[in-house]
DNA sequence: CGGCGCCTTGACTTGCATCAAAAGTAGTGG
DNA sequence: CCACTACTTTTGATGCAAGTCAAGGCGCCG
């Protein structure tokens, strides 16, 4: 059976041995702005673990917090449990995206990390990459402006959460897929979902029957093609008029 | 009429020639970890302009990001405006506490922050709190932290928006003020909410009479006093009950 | 082939939104 | 000081979007 392009590209990013100058995502997860010689030192800080199953731990909450983590393929859930028992998906992280970033505050984990799918992650020690931003000037900015966009990404879920309705939850959610997989370069209109319609729904704040019966809907009113986890968006500006955008644009 | 504790408090704090060594916030606002000689030199990059008047904007939207802001007495909301009109209410900031992180990330302001009342702030510049950075070790850490914990808190509003009734959401609010004025050496049965109804209901996802029915239910079944913004607590355990704890613990 | 997850679809229920109106409160100016 | 307006809060009546409960289908794997 051939190799799709895709694969060829995930296959790519998992080989544990890539630096971090001839990653591909590099320019996603690393800032512009660092000169050679310093993208080198930030490489030589980074470990490269071999790659999680799906449903492995990246980290436990309640873990003490020593590093970030920066996906290189595949998909990782976050999730945060109240002590009622309930569990919140707090995000998902798709390949050049950084996650790890709950604990800082308090040096402890408060979300657990979850694999949905065979992934390769880069491990970068977090006293490590601080120490390192005293010589490199623009480094400690860009942590800085990573923690800036976790929190924006964040207020704009919460705007979700707070203002829309189901309908727009989940059209906002496929375009926020399809421009992260723009920004790797990959396709807009035709993607899989990574992950199920359940963690789909718990991170939108709907059961699994709305998420489903949304998708069918979507289906029928021409706006997609879902063939399981396998959507393409054939009308783009219909579902772009659907969720309010500007919300996600750039998570 | 005499002065209550209360008021010469906020007084206090509302003196705009307060340094932050003498502060009475500089515990909640400033790194423990400090050195007093520390203290001092951020001290010197501290603008403290006259009081915002309620109403009055500290900063709006697509501002360029120069300063984050540390409140000295009052209140201060912040809101993002979606796109199609729809306003969020993104978070209430009481004394000692920074807002202004957002912004970070693109250098613009994405939310706008109102005083809710008369309130006065500290007006920290970003870059010069970036330089300092370099000389002062632990800054660059409490600054991580911050921005930590701004990450936390939008996580349990997550969680809470999405997977809280009502009840929960206003009793969880509810204990958040109280909890926050415990570490100010307030009240934490007796206080003032600084916001309207509205802005409330705006913040938990809820339409204004919900709230309202919520509190005089709340207040039937014995777990609170309200007059008017004057809430007092007379059953905390049972309050603690109904919200899941943990939320907003240490916000 | 059977069992187990995951997804879809249908029928019914419900918690909160919406609509409406009145009472309370604050602010303003004569 | 009162009259006037404008806003906020409360309370009630009604409707609906999404949750709940239930059943069946599909793919996967041992």
Redesign the interface.
Known sequence: MPKTPLQLIQRCHSTPTVSCSQCRLASICLPISLHVEDVDRVDSIIQRGRPLQKGDYLYHAQDKFHAVYAVRSGTVKTI?S???G?E?V?GFYLPGEILG??????NVH??SAIALETSAVCEIPFDKL?EL??HIPNL??H??????????T??????L???SNADERVATLLLSISSRNGRRNLSVTSFRLPMSRADLG????LTVETVSRTLSRFQKQGLIEADKKEITITNLDALRKLA????FDCA
Chains 1, 2 share one sequence.
Request: hydrophobic fraction near 35%; proline fraction near 0%.
């Open positions: 945060a109240t002590n009622d309930k919140q707090t970033l709950d604990g800082v505050a308090t408060t979300n601080d931003g005293a400690h900015r942590m800085f402006r990573l923690m800036g966009r976790e929190i924006g964040e207020q704009q879920l919460i705007t959460l707070s203002k718990n991170y939108l704040g309010d955008i500007s919300l």
